[in-house]
């Protein structure tokens, strides 16, 4: 997909991920909302790892569980939602055994979270600076001229022209870029080793989409943390990912390195997201771009089989049954019946 | 990390903005602002006189003089320079007891204010940020409390208690957190579903933390207007619990006993309660004027 990037001199240079670069191991999280209907299944049986030094890009449609993930990961549920996981581990550390106080300890210093809208994400009565400096004041204690040379440091790190200046200044007098460069520069402060990103793209035009996403890529392997970056847009996936999973009505549908995804997708669903966009050279000039028919299920209630069998053009009786997660843990891995999926789907109009 | 990480900056990015935007400065915007100026400019001038009544005044407030008993005030035929705002039917002077009675007003205003605003902000701030079961409570107590009129229960607890002018303040700041709670709530809950809540839980803030710096401070233009409303408020009902009787006891010149006192005079000597009420008038618009003004000054919005 994309060459290895070289490592800052004096890291080596990135190895086959062991054990111990595991950041963030998630197994089997769940995630229910009460609602008036009844249990809302937002995130099912999710496992999935993050390691350092790599982007694990978790993609899906609207409403199908991406942003309840990340919320849940930094314990930052909505009050009806319940999280349930056999395992939720931060650097080995259990997360939904620890207290509150050591989560608080956690969040902000050691993970950090970019949030998708900018515009609301920084605190309108106090100054850039005052915001960029409370959290690093506040975990790792120190004196202030060293928060503030910390957050110089930062924003011209994340491209922010004459940053002494902008300390001073609101967030209302920046723009919209320039916010979100503030948010991941916030994020930074303390040297986070886990970064979650929930589209942190999205709200930005799309010139500016693609400066934050390469900055973002950049810093990633700079300061070799894991990311998680939640996103819909496949374009970004293809542009940042090492290792993808593909979420479909709150399950992982298929997982495993971006290289071989977009080479080989094994799931339906990965296929018809792939056959939407246009890939120059192999999508004809003016031919149709292919579309998934239907919409999401509800998430309400029990559910069972497939979740994607009623869009699913090989659906088969079987779908309807308890799916095997096929393929070995190191490589890619799929949530469905077929082995592999037939090869003429591609070329089939949509 | 932190120390290991200094990179290079990152070339390929432009700068997005004109390079300096002008930081805003509080002075000018504050000089932009007639609201504030004017009821500001009131406000001090009143807090002023009221500080310094012991030096300001040209008489004891509650010597009586009965020679000059319902004097009129200078401007007017018989009147002099002695008594410059007159004297009242039992000859003590007008301009001293107006001055000390600023200090009578201004102290229930601004206690008041301060009671219940404590109690009122400290009830809307948590039942917008947590909801639920709090909110339902404080909802309840609101509409328990909505459910007396206070001047009423006022009246029934000074009469009751005995009136002096800290059972007033007491009754008073008891009664008047409800508007402090509602606006508070509802102004709580807005700000509570912003991303920068969540950024402060996700940075690892507490509740306490979240609440006193992330949410007060931006409900905080709102919790000053209604503050400045319910001091000019409490003012207001002071004077009319006074003026029944049943406030701040005589011989202490609040303004709202001076008008009491003054109404079998109405028709004779107009000046007795026109005096006194203008500047009942004056103190409530000036107070008004300024929470306006701070109200402009402090939003967020207006900082550009």
């Known amino acids: 997909m994309r060459p290895l990037p070289p490592g800052p001199p004096g890291t080596p240079p990135r190895a086959a991920p062991a054990a111990a670069d595991v950041v963030l191991d ?316 037939p090869a003429t789907v591609a070329a089939e109009p949509a | 990390m932190p120390g290991s990480t200094r990179v290079s900056a990152l070339p390929e990015v432009a700068v997005i903005l004109p390079e300096d935007l002008p930081r805003s400065r509080l002075p000018g915007r504050i000089r932009r602002n007639t609201a504030l100026l004017v009821g500001g400019g009131l406000l001090l001038l009143i807090l002023l006189v009221a500080l310094l009544a012991p030096w300001l005044s040209p008489h004891d407030p509650y010597a009586q003089d009965l020679v000059n008993r319902t004097a009129p005030p200078v401007w007017m035929n018989r009147g002099s320079w002695l008594h410059p705002l007159g004297t009242d039917p039992l000859g003590r002077d007008y301009l001293s007891r107006l001055l000390y009675g600023a200090r009578i007003s201004l102290l229930i205003g601004i206690s008041v204010a301060i009671i219940s605003g404590l109690i009122g902000t400290t009830m809307g701030l948590l039942a917008g940020y947590f909801g639920g079961r709090t909110d339902m409570l404080v909802s309840f107590l609101v509409t328990t409390r909505l459910s007396m009129p206070v001047i009423l229960v006022a009246l029934a607890t000074v009469a009751l208690v005995g009136g002096s002018l800290w059972v007033v303040i007491l009754v008073l700041g008891l009664l008047k957190w409800d508007r402090f709670a509602v606006v508070m709530r509802s102004a709580t809950q807005q700000v509570r579903s912003l991303d920068y809540v969540a950024a402060a839980q996700s940075a690892g803030a507490s509740t306490p933390r979240i609440l006193l710096g992330e949410v007060l401070p931006n409900v905080m233009p709102h919790l000053i207007v209604v503050a400045t409303l319910e001091a000019a408020s409490a003012i207001l009902l002071e004077a009319a619990l006074s003026f029944l009787g049943l406030g701040v006891q005589p011989p202490l010149p609040s303004w709202g006993l001076m008008i009491s006192e003054a109404k079998a005079y109405m028709f004779f000597s107009f000046w007795l309660i026109a005096i006194p009420g203008t500047a009942l008038a004056v103190l409530i618009f000036a107070i008004n004027l300024c929470g306006d003004g701070l109200h402009d000054l402090l939003s967020p919005e207006g900082r550009s």
């Not at chain 1, 509150?100 to 515009?119: C, K, T, Y």
């Not at chain 1, 959290?135 to 202030?144: D, E, F, I, S, T």
Request: proline share 5%; charged share 20%.
């Open chain 1, 26 to 341: 998630v197994d089997g999280l769940d995630v229910d909302i009460a609602t008036g209907q009844g249990t809302l299944h937002a995130v099912r049986d999710l496992t999935f790892q993050a390691r350092r030094g790599e982007t694990l890009c978790i993609v899906g449609e609207s409403g199908c569980g991406k942003s309840m993930t990340s919320l849940a990961i930094m314990g930052l549920l909505p009050r009806a939602a319940r999280r349930r996981a056999r395992r939720l581990a931060f650097l080995g550390e259990d997360l939904a055994a620890a207290t509150e106080r050591r989560v608080n300890a956690l969040r902000g210093s050691r993970m950090a979270m970019i949030f998708q809208e900018p515009m609301t994400a920084l605190n309108p009565a106090y100054t850039i600076g005052n915001q960029l400096m409370e959290p690093y004041l506040h975990h790792r204690g120190g004196h202030a001229d060293e928060a503030r040379t910390r957050a110089i440091d930062l924003l011209e790190k994340v491209g922010i022209a004459s940053a002494a200046q902008r300390l001073g200044q609101y967030p209302h007098q920046l723009s919209g870029g320039l916010r979100q460069r503030v948010m991941i520069a916030m994020a930074l402060m303390c040297g986070p080793e886990l970064l979650i990103a929930d589209e942190p793209s999205t709200a930005l035009d799309v010139t500016i989409q693609a400066q934050i996403l390469r900055l973002l890529a950049q810093l990633q392997r700079e300061l070799g943390i894991a990311m998680v970056l939640i996103t819909h847009d496949l374009g970004v996936v293809a542009r940042i990912a090492d290792r993808v999973a593909v979420m479909y009505a709150g399950e992982i549908v298929e997982h495993g390195a971006a290289s071989e995804i977009f080479a080989m997708p094994h799931h339906p669903y990965t296929r018809g997201l792939l056959d939407c966009i246009p890939v120059p050279g192999r999508t004809a000039p003016g031919g149709r771009l292919g579309t998934i028919a239907g919409v999401v299920p509800s998430l309400v209630g029990e559910l069972k089989g497939c979740a994607f069998r009623d869009r699913c053009r090989h659906a088969q009786p079987a779908c309807a049954q308890t799916i095997p997660v096929l393929g070995a843990p190191p490589g890619q891995r799929w949530r469905c019946i077929l082995e592999a999926l």
